[in-house]
Structures are given as structure tokens and as C-alpha cells.
Antibody, heavy 123, light 110 residues
């Protein structure tokens, strides 16, 4: 079955960067895209960015452009999300979520989710 | 402030039906498919409705979705205690060039 297993939580200092991994299994890796969604403590869901594993093309929410980098590794079926210049506002749970579409398509949905990685930003 | 507007809370008793609304605009719901996600306490979100009204495999048909114009709704019939969760609508917003979520509706089964 489809599995998305994320890296463990991390504690970072303001100004640092964090890189979260999402290791996949149970499906052809390059045939599906991947999005990242953030959830601040006690808050709702916020879409951050999307990568087409097939083409490497990316699409970012305006708020995160310039601070987020998405990459993928076909040899390990893993997608990575790096967020730079961290502030306390970046504290939250970060989810990877599989896009049903291989390439960018506005009609796509998020059909499988990782368990979430807690990133805490504190001095 | 979310681009998509949902009521913050809803409630019902076991066996009842409850509907959750999601209001948007022509740049998002009006021109794109709507999905619904269920997030149980302490868990990751789970897709329960996509393309406005379709069910993923394994999701019971007690959950139904509907879209009309710039609004969508999720109806849960035959309410059960295990339906107690937060529900989010989501769609694409052409003006923002990004996916947007509603603020979430916390459902209580009394």
C-alpha cells in the first residue's frame, strides 16, 4: 500500500534552515507529484509547495517563494523540503502529501499523507 | 484569514445528518474542483471527497460532497462518534496560483 514516512521532528534556532524528508513506497515514485502542507499549532492547513517528481518542475505558494526548496531522489523514492531563514512563525507540523497527478494540474488532489514532522523554532 | 470560509464548528447526535459549508469565489471554487479532508485528533489529514463529489476507495458513502457556483458542502449522514474530527475543504485558486484550504470545521458528535 501507499506509504509516506517523514523524518523526525527538529528544533532549530531562528535564522537556521530545516530539511524534512518524505520517504515513499507502494507506488511508482515518478508517476505522482508531491505537495507540502504546514499546520501551525492549533491552526488550520496551509499549502506550501508542489513538485512534479517526473519533471522536477515546482510551484510555490507566494508566501514561501524564495524560502522553500523542493527536491526528489529517485534512487530512494524520497522527496525533500528545505525551509530557510526560520522564524518562530515557522513552528508547526509539516506534512508531505501525494498529488494524484504526475504533472502540475489545478484539478489534482492530495490522496495520501505522511504522518507529519514537527519543526520547532526557538532561541 | 482563509480564502475559503467554513463555519468553525458544527455538531450533531449519532444517526443524524450534518452539513458543513465552504464558501469561496469565482477564482477558486467557482472554477475548480473541491476536495474535503478529515483530520482526526492527533492524526494526519485524510482525503474523503475529491472532484466535488467523488469518494476515494474505502471512504463510506455516508460522506457526500456537493458544489454549486462558488460554494461547496460536505454532508455526513448517519453520524457516528468516530466522525468527530476537523474537516477542511480545499481547491485551487487561480488568482493566487496556489492551492487554498478552508479554515476548518470542528465537528462534535454529542
Amino acid at each position: 500500500q501507499v506509504r509516506l514516512v517523514q523524518s523526525a521532528g527538529e528544533v532549530k534556532r531562528p535564522g537556521a534552515s530545516v530539511k524534512v524528508s518524505c520517504k515513499t513506497s507502494g507506488y511508482p515514485f515518478a508517476e505522482y507529484g508531491m505537495s507540502w502542507v504546514r499546520q501551525a499549532p492549533g491552526q488550520g492547513l496551509e499549502w506550501m509547495a508542489w513538485i512534479s517528481v517526473y519533471s522536477g518542475n515546482t510551484n510555490f505558494a507566494q508566501k514561501f517563494r524564495g524560502r522553500v526548496t523542493l527536491t526528489s531522489d529517485r534512487s530512494t523514492s524520497t522527496v525533500y523540503m528545505e525551509l530557510t531563514d526560520l522564524t518562530s512563525d515557522d513552528t508547526g507540523l509539516y506534512f508531505c502529501a501525494r498529488e494524484e497527478s504526475r504533472d502540475f494540474w489545478r484539478g489534482s488532489t492530495l490522496d495520501s499523507w505522511g504522518q507529519g514532522s514537527l519543526v520547532t523554532v526557538a532561541p | 484569514q482563509s480564502v475559503l470560509t467554513q463555519p468553525p464548528s458544527a455538531s450533531g447526535t449519532p444517526g443524524q445528518s450534518v452539513s458543513i459549508s465552504c464558501s469561496g469565489s469565482s477564482s477558486n471554487i467557482g472554477g475548480n474542483y473541491v476536495s474535503w479532508f478529515q483530520q482526526l485528533p492527533g492524526a494526519a489529514p485524510k482525503l474523503i471527497i475529491f472532484r466535488n463529489s467523488q469518494w476515494p476507495s474505502g471512504v463510506p458513502d455516508r460522506f457526500s460532497g456537493f458544489k454549486s457556483g462558488t460554494s461547496a458542502s460536505l454532508t455526513i449522514s448517519g453520524l457516528r462518534s468516530e466522525d468527530e474530527a476537523t474537516y477542511y475543504c480545499a481547491t485551487w485558486d487561480g488568482s493566487l496560483s496556489g492551492r487554498v484550504f478552508g479554515g476548518g470545521t470542528k465537528l462534535a458528535v454529542l
